[in-house]
């Protein structure tokens, strides 16, 4: 009852959906490996990505690949900010008080921008040959797909390479694994979780030049959705795991597309529900995620 | 009930009738909501504070109770015309406003009872999110459910029935119950299990049915206080119950102090009428004729942080307050005489 | 901590007593301006505040309402049930507004009219399009613009007598009250003229990718005539682009959620063959209409964001309309003229209540959007 094109078109929709999920939920994921924060304030530092890729594309004749790296600089910098003036006085505190005041900078954040740009939605085009329509073979997408999906790629394959050759990242590692042992060991904590803060909210501003370049517009509120789906991402693939956000967001993207693509209209209105049901029984099965590493610790 | 306890039951007894023949429908209309949030807090409280396990479905037990007992509430006359596909003993069913709660609360319980068992195998950030599921999938269903919930036009025009007495009550109840609770065999099972569940399951503590009871009398409790919301506000849609509800209760609850249930009366307080008194502020103040609407939220939001920065157990850090006894001669005597000394 | 929390305190203090500093020469007529500021509604209730204020400054710069100025008490709803009805109680009680307006959703019209009703205080939604409002809310409920029926049957009516449509593609936004109750008037009127509607899609607000739907779409044959799209401003863009990047041409029809520059902007030279109904097409010369979009951009420094800034204004003037006419600013008497109102000329249309109905009828704009660019196409005055 299905084409084959058609299928073959789900499985690229599913592709580019599931890349900009796995970016987000990485940059939850490494922070929450350390410090066990669910960083709700991470879908926000999207959306100043966002913003900070549309100033730059109005005002200026920089190149496109400027427009993507300067915010993903400035946002890596605004999140060691962040973590600087928020998170660090509450090292040690229950994981609770993280997460109230991850809410908290969410809310200042989200508010802020309100007070300064207005909320009105504003228009994320990008230059034509961006947006142009590519053909191969029977799936179509745009070239701002296909760059998506491999800058997500090549985003993922250069932090594989950080956390697994340099010493930062192998030190990234070792505080997941065990945050005091790694302190006993001489690494410098702060400095760990400062690369923890920049590089995920980095890959943050990436996803939201790819979100917002995705949906046309963006607006003040824009990054709830995808950070509560990377939590949800992150979650799946076992939170604190970095190949397992990548999957969590993966089968995320794919999920969605293909609840809405398969299932008869009627029920597309149940996606959410199916999505999360999912979500249950992965956890159900594997209560710590799909690949859930020996970090997690009880409670 | 000892001397103690009737004389602050009557105080504030007679405080809520003061309020209430004092106060115009404004400041009442804050008090309710003050009262609806100490209920919400205070049964999160049991799950989150007290058993330990993190959970963020309370909207969605709220939105189980403010859907059936508008269901139940509302006259058969609008139930024919709002609802036409309503099954015919429902639709002519008009129940009282106590019961229609009360039903709210037991459908919320019996829906938790029913998720908990495979839910409450989770612990921590797993059960958080799990429990966020529940709660995308209770709005799912009331967006989709269209014959009785009326999908996303939401249902409205419910009777105002709730006013200072009944939430004061409800909160009595909630705060009474809770209280007998965890000072029982069951609440030191429950901070047992928070403090070490290995430990608690080795002495012999039934984890689950512990974790299973804290759960359901959270979510009867959560499911009264979205009855009640809904008679307050009088429309009801599936947005209402959404995830700003759940953490503005968490909030409520982290700066109160977790486990502490006087600190999540006074977290619940603080936390309903300081937003309420920015608002103020902020309406009266501009800058350059530019209105500052967003600037209550950020200061809520930095008052927040520097609160659990410099106070991260919470206001009250999970102790209790022990309010002055006033006739209980033989044990006042020996602390007064202590302080003279001191 | 203790010494800047109180701090904090006084100052709040002192600056929520500030404004009981200023005199007034007059006693100000209180009208409350109830918007959501800030959170999800605020780009849609934003440009209506300003609209309302800016209203509220030209007719006290003309003088006033019966020899007193019109102060605009605006208490911030932030998109949260719970705060509206105590912004509104907070207007009656403690303020003691003579009127309300404001308002662009019917969820939160639904739970701040009641409230009004019952303490007898007139309440005009400004942008609220529940046609059943003012019926299950009270007497004192009035609307500014036009139901969704009345939209909903002019899309339907422009689509088959101008467009020739006979068959009917919709994909419609579950989450929303405002998106369902379209689709279904547009429905009714679509198939009662003779047409049918092929496929009824549905999604939810926020999605991106509308890309299962379009391929049922295009997998149907015969293809329909046209599509309609009930969808918040937020997806109107982007609906539109990707039905046009899929390689479909028939016209996008919807109510006045489509009404926003994002067609354009969103979908560019994709924008072509999109028709909307709406409450006032800015472009339209008459002076009325240029004078509002003048005397905005002079105040606010950049045109009308949308129509609720005009629906906004609409609304104060005629709130002010009914207390000139009253000659009082009991809210009892403003609620008999606001009844009485005929003929009253706004920038969104001629506003008149039929005796016993608070809904205007109103003439309802057809603007179409053709390479990014918006015209006016018809008015559709309903019988």
Known sequence: ?299 | MSKNALFYLALLTGLVFLAQSMLNDYYQRILSVVFINIILTVSLNLTNGFVGDFSLGHAAFMSIGAYLSAVLTLPPASKASMMPQLPMWLSQLEVPFVLATILGGLLAALVAAVVGIPVLRLRGHYLAVATLGLMVIVRVVAINWTAVTRGAKGINGLPAFTNLWWVFGWALVTVYVIWRLVNSSYGRAMIAIREDATAAAARGVNVTAHRMLAFCVGAFFAGIAGALWGHLITAITPHSFSFLITFNVVVMLVVGGMGSISGSILGATVMTLVPEFLRHVETNLSLGGHPLYGLSQIIIAVTITLVMIFRRQGLLGGREVQLPRLFDRQRALPRARVDTAG | MKRILSALLLVCLVLSLAPFGQTLAAEPIKIGGMYNVTGGMSSIDAPGLNGMKLAAKQINEAGGLLGRPVEIVAIDGKTDQTAVTNAVSEMINVHKVVAIGGLNDSTYALAAGPIAQAAGIPFVTAGATLPTLPEQIGDYFFMTPFGDDAQAYAVAEFAVKDLGAKTCWMLVDQAYDFTTALAAFFKERFTALGGEIVLEDKYQSGDTDFSAQIARLKALSPQPDVLFVSAIPNEAGITTKQIREAGLTQPILSGDGFDTPLIAEVAGENADEVYYSTHAALDNPDPKVQNFVKAYKEEYGRAPENAFAALGYDMMMLIADAIKRAGSAEPKAIRDALAETKDFQGVTGVISYEPGKRVPKKSVTIIKVQDGVYSFVKEFTPE
Not at chain 1, 44 to 67: E, K, Q, R, S
Not at chain 1, 131 to 148: N, P
Not at chain 1, 275 to 283: A, G, I, K, R, Y
């Open chain 1, 1 to 299: 009852m299905f084409s084959l094109p058609y299928i073959a078109q789900q499985l690229v929709n599913g592709l580019t959906l599931g890349s900009i999920y796995a970016l987000v939920a990485i940059g939850l994921s490494i922070v929450y490996g350390i410090l066990r924060l669910i960083n709700f304030a991470h879908g926000d530092l999207l959306m100043v990505g966002a913003y900070l890729a549309l100033a730059l594309l109005l005002n200026t004749a920089l190149p496109l690949g400027a427009a993507v790296l300067l915010p993903m600089i400035i946002v890596g910098g605004v999140g060691v900010l962040v973590e600087r003036l928020a998170y660090r006085p509450l090292r040690g505190a229950p994981e609770v008080a993280m997460l109230i005041t991850s809410l908290a900078v969410s809310s200042v954040i989200q508010n802020g921008t309100i007070m300064t740009l207005s909320a009105q939605p504003r228009a994320f085009r990008l230059p034509q040959e961006l947006i142009a329509q590519q053909k191969l073979g029977v799936v179509s997408f745009s070239t701002l797909d296909a760059v998506s999906v491999a800058l997500a790629v090549f985003l993922m394959v250069l932090l594989t390479l950080f956390v697994t050759r340099t010493r930062v990242g192998i030190a990234m590692r070792a505080c997941a694994e065990n945050l005091r042992a790694a302190r006993l060991m001489g690494i410098n904590i702060n400095q760990v979780i400062a690369y923890a803060f920049a590089i995920g909210s980095a890959l943050a501003a990436a996803a939201g030049f790819m979100w917002a370049g995705r949906f046309g517009s963006i607006e003040p509120f824009m990054g709830f959705l995808p950070g509560l789906k990377a939590f949800v991402a992150a979650v799946i693939g076992g939170i604190g795991s970095i190949p397992g956000a990548m999957l969590g967001g993966y089968l995320l993207g794919f999920a969605e597309i293909f609840f809405v693509g398969f299932l008869p209209p009627e029920l597309s209105g149940y996606r959410d529900a199916f999505v999360f049901t999912l979500l249950l029984l992965v956890l159900l099965i594997r209560p710590r995620g799909l690949l859930a590493t020996g970090a997690e610790r009880e409670g």
